[in-house]
């Protein structure tokens, strides 16, 4: 389930604590990156303090975000991103249809023009080098405001860091997404 033990709540200090039982009434569950991040102490801070600040955000309509968290995870093929990331988005107003049809949003009438912008941002920006055309960002920067785009932005980057951080780690997925449909790895065309 992950190449790390995650920190089990009787082992947890007690902050530590506080912080499983908060996530687990939001998610029914604890997420395993959560508690495998308790192992180092100010990780564990920064990580939460970031899930937090995107908790609150909402300068971005959640959909967008999540689409694009979504995205990232298939292309990253993080199991334990696309699952949650597939729950979350149905929460957020994300179809199961666009769920199926996010690797050929190009193509697909599921998708409006702006989500299609901002699908294309998270692929640019989740490419290894990193390659946003000016173009792109211009054109998505003329629907978004620059506090919409500072959010997007963090919003891919740090879904980038939670789906490798959780891949390079072999978290797995816990079922989010159970009696639902998933998102699936995405392969690099080339």
Known sequence: MSRIAPVPPQ???PDVRAVYESVMKKFGRLPIPIAVTAHHPEVFAAYMGFERAFGRASKVE???TTLA??????????????????AVG???????AQLRALA????SSRFS??????LD???AMTATPVDVPETLFAELHRQLNDEQMVELTATIAWENYRARFDHALGIEAQGFSAGAYCVRPERPKG
Do not use: I
């Open 11 to 13: 082992l947890a200090p």
């Open 90 to 96: 149905r929460a957020a107003g994300v179809t199961e």
């Open 104 to 107: 050929e949003y190009r193509r």
């Open 62 to 64: 959640a959909k967008l």
């Open 121 to 123: 941002y998270a692929v």
């Open 113 to 118: 023009e702006l989500e299609r912008l901002v």
């Open 69 to 86: 968290a979504v995205k990232v995870a298939s292309l990253v093929g993080c199991p334990c991103s696309m699952d949650v990331g597939s």
